[in-house]
């Protein structure tokens, strides 16, 4: 795992694109900072870029570092959930611009797998997380689901087993500033 962490991390300090097995489904990721590292995700799934990607954080102290006010039932939720849940907050600081929504929001997770924890903490700096699929398409299941062109569309691939036996996107939930919750994905 050591050799895939480090091979993954030149990639994104280049500003590549690497696929990668997330706590959910296998992902698309780049430097979460890097306003062309992003593009080259858009363009790769063929997605507009006013639809948002995800985020992924290695834990608590990265999430702070880049959303404005953490509201405190988001620490709740984080404790409670049973399964990746993926939260979308206001006034996220420190990211690409082409990662946040109109809306001056981004979803944000905190990884719950070793690989991506260990990965972002080597980093030291949040990795987008979208589904290896091309906009429109159904999200793979498994690695041997993901289509040749993504594929080819990344700068590298990690070479890890499918360890998720019944894999799924994540939960969404949208808190606001007001205290208002919405769940956007079951």
């Not at 062309?36 to 639809?51: G, I, M, N, Q």
């Not at 890890?160 to 079951?186: A, F, H, W, Y």
Request: charged share 25%.
């Amino acid at each position: 795992m050591t050799e895939e962490i480090n091979n993954c991390h030149k990639v994104l300090q280049e500003g590549g694109l690497i696929l990668y097995p997330t706590d959910t489904v296998w992902g698309i990721g780049c430097d979460a900072t890097n306003p062309e590292a992003v593009k080259k995700v858009y363009a790769l799934k063929k997605r507009e870029d006013s639809k948002a990607l995800i985020c992924l954080v290695a834990n608590q102290a990265m999430l702070e570092r880049h959303v404005k006010e953490v509201p405190d039932v988001a620490y709740d939720i984080m404790d409670l959930a049973t399964k990746p849940t993926t939260i979308v907050f206001d006034n996220p600081m420190g990211i690409a611009s082409n990662l946040v929504a109109e809306d001056n929001t981004l979803a944000i997770r905190v990884a719950s797998d070793k690989f991506c924890q260990y990965l972002i903490n080597k980093f030291r700096k949040p990795i987008v997380s979208t589904s290896a699929n091309i906009s429109g398409n159904p999200t793979p299941k498994q690695f041997k689901d993901i289509d040749e062109e993504i594929l080819k569309g990344v700068d590298y691939v990690v070479n890890l087993p499918d360890e998720s036996t019944n894999p799924s996107p994540s939960s969404i939930i949208k808190l606001s500033s007001d205290g208002q919750v919405k769940v956007i994905r079951e």
